[in-house]
T-cell receptor
Framework: GQQLNQSPQSMFIQEGEDVSMNCTSS?????WLWYKQDPGEGPVLLIA???AGELTSNGRLTAQFGITRKDSFLNISASIPSDVGIYFC???????????WGAGTKLIIKP | EAQVTQNPRYLITVTGKKLTVTCSQN?????MSWYRQDPGLGLRQIYY???????DKGDVPEGYKVSRKEKRNFPLILESPSPNQTSLYFC??????????????FGPGTRLLVL
């Protein structure tokens, strides 16, 4: 099945640093979603994007829906220890409801 | 409390022994889905259901069955499990399947090991 290209695969950062990750696809989406998965739990929605060019914030998180509809990025400012986890992007195709998922970005904060 | 529940949370079984993982949601959601999560592959959809008695294959349906006899329940059945079905499984639900990108609520996961 189709997957989104999500990068980087993992990130090792210092507390307080800003974080940036992105997803790209060869297909056009009408919705982009960003989820976070804490260890031992299911993914939880962080931000949903519905329009090309849309820039949406949720606290220290900011995500954008690319103009071409084929990409999206997520930024986290001033990272804190509880930001540790796996971040997933997901896109929804125009033709049906099925979500297409990225492979995830694992965020690790160095002590 | 609005939630998606899965049982069991952990399961070790042997090849060929039929098993069922239950999923239940108390939010009156129309849409339910099963995913498996494997390292480096993210989430891959196994089956989904847009309403009672309506189920469809996702990306990786081979070796799995589902049923949707009631709105709240969506069990995942492995008739003859094999070691390549060792994985972390998530059930998810959302209010409708209208295509509006509505958020999916995920269960806590079921970690399955097939020996």
């Amino acid at each position: 099945g189709q997957q989104l290209n999500q990068s980087p695969q993992s990130m090792f950062i210092q507390e307080g640093e800003d974080v940036s990750m992105n997803c790209t696809s060869s297909s056009i989406f009408n919705t982009w979603l960003w989820y976070k998965q804490d260890p031992g739990e299911g993914p939880v929605l962080l931000i949903a994007l519905y329009k090309a060019g849309e820039l949406t914030s949720n606290g220290r998180l900011t995500a954008q829906f690319g103009i071409t509809r084929k990409d999206s990025f997520l930024n986290i400012s001033a990272s804190i220890p509880s930001d540790v986890g796996i971040y997933f992007c997901a896109g929804q195709l125009n033709s049906n409801y099925q979500l297409i998922w990225g492979a995830g970005t694992k965020l690790i904060i160095k002590p | 409390e609005a939630q998606v529940t899965q049982n069991p949370r952990y399961l070790i079984t042997v090849t060929g022994k039929k098993l069922t993982v239950t999923c239940s949601q108390n939010m009156n959601h129309e849409y339910m889905s099963w995913y498996r999560q494997d390292p480096g592959l993210g989430l891959r959809q196994i089956y989904y259901s847009m309403n009672v008695e309506a189920t469809d294959k996702g990306d990786v349906p081979e070796g799995y069955k589902v049923s949707r006899k009631e709105k709240r329940n969506f069990p995942l059945i492995l008739e003859s499990p094999s070691p390549n079905q060792t994985s972390l499984y998530f059930c998810a639900s959302s209010l409708s399947a209208s295509g509006g990108g509505e958020t999916q609520y995920f269960g806590p996961g079921t970690r399955l090991l097939v020996l």
